[in-house]
């Protein structure tokens, strides 16, 4: 049962444009999510988080939309650079504050970025 | 602050044969996460602890994997005897106290290839 789906295995975008990634759940008990960036031959680096009590984050160029009713968040790159070039995975934790909480990924979504 | 220390980098076995790997969790942290990816696939959740005792450990494969952390600090993961699909990479991770608002900080990971 995967309760995070990345449908898209691979973006491919121009240097300069908007990078889109998506995400989507399944259970509704999550209520933390998170985005990671995956280099190779390095382990997943923290991007952004969103609390499910926003619908909004922003850090820099990096912007993470939650849309609850539809179980769908989105992570925003404006302007997408070389250097963004990764797999990105979504997370997602059940809950926020108590100890003990832990993540679900999706399965990730190359992203390349095109001089 | 150092990071999450993780040996080996690199791992060769047949199948049959034993493996362990290592980890140094970030000083202070006491919620530690060893994770399996699968290439292709998202990081899946194995085993976690919270200082040297185990939280979760609904989806290790007990008959062949086994994990410790002794004194709430080092990890050790072992599989015995390994099995062609255990060929992934394994990544631990730490957390401040496992609340997921402070994000998780992963190590680079360990590639094991059973042959």
């Known amino acids: 049962d995967q309760q995070v789906k990345q449908n898209s295995p691979s973006l491919s975008v121009q240097e300069g444009r908007i990078s889109i990634l998506n995400c989507d759940y399944t259970?509704?008990?999550?209520?933390?999510f998170l985005w990671y960036k995956k280099y190779p031959a390095e382990g997943p680096t923290f991007l952004i988080s969103i609390s499910s009590i926003k619908d909004k984050n922003e850090d820099g160029r990096f912007t993470v939309f939650l849309n609850k009713s539809a179980k769908h968040l989105s992570l925003h790159i404006v302007p997408s650079q070389p250097g963004d070039s990764a797999v990105y995975f979504c997370a997602a934790s059940e809950v926020e504050e108590t100890s003990g909480s832990r993540l679900t990924f999706g399965e990730g979504t190359q992203l390349t970025v095109n001089p | 602050e150092a990071g999450v220390a993780q040996s080996p980098r690199y791992k060769i076995i047949e199948k049959r044969q034993s493996v362990a790997f290592w980890c140094n969790p970030i000083?202070?942290?006491?919620?530690l996460y060893w994770y399996q990816q699968i290439l292709g696939q998202g990081p899946k959740l194995l085993i976690q602890f919270q200082n040297n005792g185990v939280v979760d450990d609904s989806q290790l494969p007990k008959d062949r994997f086994s994990a410790e952390r002794l004194k709430g600090v080092d990890s050790t993961l072992k599989i015995q005897p390994a099995k062609l699909e255990d060929s992934a990479v394994y990544l631990c991770a730490s957390s401040l106290d496992g609340r997921a608002v402070y994000g998780y900080t992963f190590g680079s990971g360990t590639r094991l290839t059973v042959v």
């Open positions: 000083s202070g942290h006491a919620t």
């Open positions: 259970n509704s008990m999550f209520d933390y």
